[in-house]
């Protein structure tokens, strides 16, 4: 596994965990994006060489910490409430994509194209990239989409006091653990590893980056330029696979089907919906067997 630091902004570098099979492949790029409050570790069962349910061995990957989040940075001023939006995210992912392709050294790793991987707030990033796209000689590239938990391309609106609760939820290490056990997972499902990272990525965001999805991304409607491009998408027989925790309580099954998987059908791409029994919203820590599974179908 190595690294990448790329700069997609006067003010943004995001750090890019890459690994590549040790043998030649025809198997696309896997780029993975994380949750509100995560880093490119979250999803380190899928990547880690040594992990038991790594793709590393299969595919290229990139993990990707996004602006202020993991090693990556970001502005540190945010005036105008946009600067760690879902489409400035989207754009920075964009950018690092064409620095990869147009690199020497990294241009193999999209030879076979590549698969957005999202989770949560990551999924709506990932939505987001395809009108970020240039194209002509990536989006063209991508393969499809594996959206795990996915918070919606349409605006959530939260009531005040629920907003409230989630500007404080990654303060403490006591707040995050709280909301790690309580909330967003199964705890018996996660080690104590597991919880450390979770701790870590969550209390070490940048301020404006922990502050922005509940103020402002979570709000965002990204429907009609992601509708575009994926009418654009349609005809190459683009696949995108779905999948939501059964007791998950931050996006709940009925509503990542009604939401997601309903609005990506209406833009005619095809979709695979799947409910993963007895976990909540950290798929990737929770279940990471089940991601496996629906990426390996590409």
Wanted: with cysteine; glycine share 6%; charged share 20%.
């Amino acid at each position: 596994m190595s690294s990448l630091s790329i700069s997609t902004s006067p003010d943004t570098t995001l750090h890019v965990r890459i690994t590549r099979p040790k043998t030649n492949t025809r198997k696309p790029l896997l780029v993975f994006l994380h949750y509100w409050g995560g880093s490119s570790l979250t999803w380190y069962k899928l990547v880690f060489p040594d992990s038991t349910t790594t793709l590393s061995s299969e595919y290229p990957t990139a993990a990707i910490d996004l602006r202020g989040w993991g090693q990556s940075t970001g502005p540190t001023e945010d005036a105008a409430g946009a600067s760690y939006s879902i489409t400035t995210m989207a754009s920075d992912i964009a950018s690092v994509l064409s620095q990869l392709k147009s690199h020497a050294q990294n241009e193999d790793l999209l030879a076979n194209g590549f698969v957005l991987v999202g989770h949560s707030m990551g999924a709506k990033v990932a939505l987001a990239t395809l009108s970020a796209l240039p194209a002509a000689d990536l989006l063209g590239a991508l393969k499809g989409l594996v959206l795990v938990a996915p918070a919606p391309p349409t605006a959530l609106v939260l009531p005040v006091e629920m907003k409230e609760q989630q500007k404080v939820a990654y303060e403490t290490e006591d707040s995050v653990r709280w909301v790690a056990t309580n909330v967003l997972s199964s705890v018996e499902h996660l080690s104590e590893g597991d919880l450390d990272i979770i701790v870590r990525d969550s209390l070490s965001g940048n301020p404006l980056a922990k502050a922005a999805w509940p103020a402002y991304g979570m709000g965002e409607d990204i429907t009609d330029e992601v509708s575009g491009a994926l009418l654009a998408l349609s005809a190459a027989g683009i696949q995108v696979r779905v999948l939501a925790g059964e007791l998950d309580v931050v996006e709940r099954k009925d509503r990542v089907e009604s939401e997601v998987c309903r609005f990506l059908e209406g833009s005619g791409v095809m979709v695979s919906f799947r409910v993963v029994p007895a976990v909540k919203h950290l798929l990737p820590l929770e279940s990471p067997a089940a991601v496996w599974e629906e990426i390996s179908h590409f």
